[in-house]
């Protein structure tokens, strides 16, 4: 009943918006092509100039709260209703995943929230994830620090598409421009969101790329070449930006609550970015109620303050990761700064599965297991004698083979029990029921690249189609995202492998809208024992 609750009425508090604060709608910026986008620009009332801070994308700067208010007070943005949240509070003058005007005009900033190129009242052809936004991205940033009420130092800021906006307009190198806060947000369409694993995303990404087709008009159409695309070729990379030319200081949210979506690019763009000054703001909560809550917005005034007003925060002297370990879903166990990420000191811990559904640190005997495709499923089990945080990205080593057909996705979970009982974490769009980590992988798509791939995390290109034969074992490697998790003394990891997603796509008990195409039928083996089986790579983070 708490989740049916959650999706008729959202626990969203919507202040008025503040006193003291000067809103103007609509306000045309030209581009250098001529172009006009329209902005609402939102600045303390007196004084100034002040420093500026910016987001923009399509879904309209003019869905607020405060153009929705009703007998009952404000409405909440519909899409609270679709993808549950914590309790978090923002003003009615805060559309879907911006910098709230309400908290940083107060704090001496100007907010300006901009409808991207076709979209919203702005001029021109709707385009999503081009470069063309980067383009305007920069040109918006331009004009914000040559106006009268702006000190000439301008930070962008925002969550989602209002993040990957921001790897667009930063790899623009706009001279005005002084710092970003991505707040979640990919850097590979392919790998991140449409199609992790070789294997198609068939929920959200079917929900979100339908919507954006109908509010462009049917002008933009991910869906089609997504689904008849399989491999990457050259419509895949040319939307993606190219983040190690971004050298401002960033503030960077990767958190370990959206696997399905923006946390593998998160991480991504931490380790690629050319920043001399960057952090990684690492959580496990809510995505909407971490970025507005109070830890939150104190990181990110930490970090604006310094960059763009000129204080002296002391984020200079901040080591660049904050490092949040969690023991279950609303549990934080540990809180730390660290040097790298993953951190410094991590022991790679290699366990192995063996054909009594055990994962040991001995090698296990020869052996196999069989499941079925479409239904089954093979779990191994491990418990720990001590506590142990595992920290970073997992590797998943097996042997495969299948009984008929020539390919199947293979999905990998890790999995938290304790007392008989699973311990379940924040997951993508509010769900409540996540497993610690997971990886996906098509058998087709096995190929890897050496030279790309990291400790844990295997880069597999997707450029080429290695058909399976029944019958004869493939080595797949399978990276499971990255994760901060503390297991207790007793506490059991449970590994299962299987032909399909893991949730249900409900919307009051299973994770909506969610979703990945099967591929294969029949029998799927794994092939155990020491020449050549199955065996989970953990990194092991010692006591701090």
């Given at each position: 009943?708490?989740s049916?609750?959650?999706?008729?009425?959202?626990?969203?508090?919507?202040?008025?918006?503040?006193?003291?604060?000067?809103?103007?709608?609509d306000?045309?910026?030209?581009?250098?092509?001529?172009?006009?986008?329209?902005?609402?620009?939102?600045?303390?009332?007196?004084?100034?100039?002040?420093?500026v801070?910016?987001?923009?994308?399509p879904y309209?700067?003019?869905?607020?709260?405060?153009?929705?208010?009703?007998?009952r007070?404000?409405?909440?943005?519909?899409?609270?209703?679709?993808?549950?949240?914590?309790?978090?509070?923002?003003?009615a003058?805060?559309?879907?995943?911006?910098?709230?005007?309400?908290?940083?005009?107060?704090?001496?900033?100007?907010?300006?929230?901009?409808?991207?190129?076709?979209?919203?009242t702005?001029?021109?052809?709707?385009?999503?994830?081009?470069e063309?936004?980067?383009q305007?991205?920069?040109d918006l940033v331009?004009?914000?620090?040559?106006?009268?009420?702006?000190?000439?130092?301008?930070?962008?800021?925002?969550?989602?598409y209002?993040?990957?906006?921001?790897?667009?307009?930063?790899a623009e190198?706009?001279?005005?421009?002084?710092?970003?806060?991505?707040?979640?947000?990919?850097?590979?369409?392919?790998?991140?969101?449409?199609?992790?694993?070789?294997?198609?995303?068939?929920?959200?990404?079917?929900?979100?790329?339908?919507?954006?087709g109908r509010?462009?008009?049917?002008?933009?159409?991910l869906?089609?070449?997504?689904?008849?695309?399989?491999?990457?070729?050259?419509?895949?990379?040319?939307?993606?930006?190219?983040?190690?030319?971004?050298?401002?200081?960033?503030?960077?949210?990767?958190?370990?609550s959206?696997?399905?979506?923006h946390?593998?690019?998160?991480?991504?763009?931490?380790?690629r970015?050319?920043?001399?000054?960057?952090?990684?703001?690492?959580?496990?909560?809510?995505?909407?109620?971490?970025?507005?809550?109070p830890?939150?917005?104190?990181?990110?005034?930490?970090?604006?303050?310094?960059?763009?007003?000129?204080d002296?925060?002391?984020?200079?002297?901040?080591?660049?990761?904050?490092?949040?370990?969690?023991?279950?879903?609303s549990?934080?166990?540990?809180?730390s700064?660290?040097?790298?990420?993953p951190?410094?000191?991590?022991?790679?811990?290699?366990?192995?599965?063996?054909?009594?559904?055990?994962?040991?640190?001995?090698?296990a005997?020869?052996?196999s297991?069989?499941?079925?495709?479409?239904?089954?499923?093979?779990g191994?089990t491990?418990?720990?004698t001590?506590d142990?945080?595992?920290?970073?990205?997992?590797?998943?080593?097996?042997?495969?083979?299948?009984?008929?057909?020539?390919?199947?996705?293979?999905?990998?979970?890790?999995?938290?029990?304790?007392?008989?009982r699973?311990?379940?974490?924040?997951g993508?769009?509010?769900?409540?029921?996540?497993?610690?980590?997971h990886?996906?992988?098509?058998a087709?798509?096995?190929?890897?690249?050496?030279?790309?791939?990291?400790?844990?995390?295997?880069f597999h290109?997707?450029?080429?189609?290695?058909?399976?034969?029944?019958?004869?074992?493939?080595?797949?490697?399978?990276?499971?995202?990255?994760?901060?998790?503390?297991?207790r003394a007793?506490?059991?990891?449970?590994?299962?492998?299987?032909?399909?997603?893991?949730?249900?796509?409900?919307?009051?008990?299973?994770?909506?809208p969610?979703?990945?195409?099967r591929?294969?039928r029949?029998?799927?083996?794994?092939?155990?024992?020491?020449?050549?089986?199955?065996?989970?790579q953990?990194p092991?983070?010692?006591?701090?």
């Amino acid at each position: 009943m708490t989740s049916l609750r959650r999706l008729i009425r959202p626990p969203i508090t919507i202040a008025d918006p503040p006193a003291g604060a000067v809103a103007e709608w609509d306000v045309a910026v030209p581009m250098r092509d001529g172009v006009r986008l329209r902005v609402n620009v939102f600045r303390p009332a007196t004084g100034g100039p002040w420093p500026v801070i910016m987001c923009a994308h399509p879904y309209g700067k003019d869905d607020i709260p405060l153009h929705h208010r009703t007998r009952r007070g404000y409405r909440a943005s519909f899409q609270y209703r679709l993808m549950r949240t914590a309790p978090l509070t923002h003003s009615a003058w805060t559309s879907w995943e911006s910098p709230d005007p309400g908290h940083w005009v107060g704090r001496g900033y100007v907010v300006v929230n901009a409808d991207l190129r076709g979209w919203g009242t702005s001029e021109g052809d709707p385009t999503v994830l081009s470069e063309q936004e980067g383009q305007d991205v920069h040109d918006l940033v331009e004009w914000a620090g040559t106006q009268p009420w702006s000190t000439g130092r301008v930070g962008l800021n925002g969550v989602s598409y209002l993040a990957i906006s921001q790897w667009a307009g930063a790899a623009e190198r706009p001279p005005q421009l002084a710092a970003i806060c991505p707040w979640e947000g990919f850097t590979d369409l392919y790998r991140d969101f449409a199609r992790p694993g070789g294997v198609l995303e068939t929920g959200f990404f079917t929900v979100w790329s339908t919507v954006t087709g109908r509010r462009s008009g049917g002008r933009v159409d991910l869906r089609g070449p997504a689904r008849d695309r399989p491999m990457v070729d050259r419509w895949w990379t040319d939307r993606n930006r190219a983040i190690e030319q971004i050298e401002v200081p960033a503030l960077i949210c990767g958190s370990f609550s959206d696997h399905n979506l923006h946390s593998p690019g998160s991480f991504e763009g931490f380790r690629r970015i050319a920043s001399s000054h960057k952090w990684l703001y690492t959580h496990r909560g809510p995505k909407w109620a971490t970025y507005y809550s109070p830890a939150g917005l104190a990181a990110q005034a930490r970090f604006f303050d310094h960059f763009l007003r000129g204080d002296d925060t002391g984020i200079l002297d901040d080591p660049p990761v904050r490092l949040e370990i969690r023991d279950d879903r609303s549990t934080v166990s540990r809180i730390s700064a660290e040097s790298h990420w993953p951190p410094a000191g991590i022991r790679w811990r290699t366990m192995h599965c063996g054909p009594d559904g055990t994962l040991g640190d001995d090698n296990a005997t020869a052996g196999s297991v069989t499941f079925a495709a479409r239904r089954g499923r093979a779990g191994f089990t491990h418990r720990f004698t001590a506590d142990t945080d595992v920290v970073g990205p997992m590797l998943l080593i097996l042997h495969l083979s299948i009984d008929t057909g020539d390919d199947v996705s293979v999905f990998a979970a890790v999995r938290k029990f304790r007392d008989g009982r699973e311990v379940t974490f924040e997951g993508s769009f509010g769900f409540l029921g996540d497993t610690v980590s997971h990886g996906i992988l098509l058998a087709s798509h096995r190929a890897t690249n050496p030279d790309q791939s990291r400790p844990g995390e295997p880069f597999h290109p997707h450029t080429s189609r290695e058909p399976l034969r029944p019958g004869v074992p493939v080595r797949l490697e399978i990276g499971l995202h990255s994760s901060a998790t503390r297991f207790r003394a007793g506490d059991e990891l449970r590994l299962d492998i299987q032909g399909r997603w893991f949730h249900r796509r409900n919307p009051i008990t299973g994770q909506f809208p969610a979703g990945y195409r099967r591929a294969g039928r029949g029998g799927c083996t794994l092939h155990l024992g020491p020449a050549g089986g199955c065996e989970l790579q953990i990194p092991v983070l010692p006591p701090g």
